[in-house]
């Protein structure tokens, strides 16, 4: 189940972020610029979305969505940065113990599971706004856009 939720989050993630160069992609953009990242895959998927709902009050409200996924990408991206700065400071003190290292490790799968459920709920409120048919197209442009960013070729077959 966990790997579900991983590969959900993963797959809406890169399509989310897709927008931004393959240059960029690869965190090669400064600090000072990652705000510019995230609102250039917000772009992004709000335009995918637009051409996909009909109802522009619907399509008003998945993009609310939207913006509430990459704000938890977006805090969770910092809280990973955290907890791997942590474990360096571990990591450089001779006497740390097994058990520091795994309360660490243990705080991050919590949070990482509690974000993942937690994108995945918006996903499903997403869904139930949109008809079997919008859905449908706005998955397969997401996965074909997102294909266009990944580097050895195209698009994937399925998720």
């Known amino acids: ?6 590969g959900l989050l993963g797959v809406f993630a890169a399509a989310v972020l897709a927008g931004c160069s393959s240059y960029h992609h690869h965190g090669a953009m400064g600090a000072g610029n990652s705000e510019a990242y995230w609102q250039k895959g917000q772009q992004d998927m709000a335009a995918l979305i637009d051409r996909t709902v009909t109802d522009p009050e619907k399509a008003k409200l998945v993009n609310g969505f939207v913006t509430d996924i990459i704000a938890e990408l977006k805090a969770a991206r910092e809280q ?3 907890y791997h700065r ?8 001779y006497t740390t113990t097994p058990e520091e290292f795994s309360k660490i490790l243990n705080e991050s799968a919590q949070q990482r599971m ?5 994108i995945l709920s918006l996903r ?7 008809t079997a ?3 449908k ?3 397969d442009q997401m996965l074909s856009y997102s294909g266009r960013y990944q580097h050895g070729g195209g698009a994937k077959a399925g998720y």
Not at 1 to 6: A, S, T, V
Not at 86 to 93: D, K, P, V
């Open 1 to 6: 189940m966990n790997r579900i939720y991983k």
């Open 80 to 82: 990973e940065r955290a």
């Open 86 to 93: 942590q474990l360096y400071t571990l990591n450089a003190s």
């Open 114 to 118: 509690g974000r993942s459920a937690k």
């Open 124 to 130: 499903f409120k997403m869904k139930n706004l949109m």
């Open 133 to 135: 048919d919008e859905w």
């Open 137 to 139: 197209a706005l998955s």
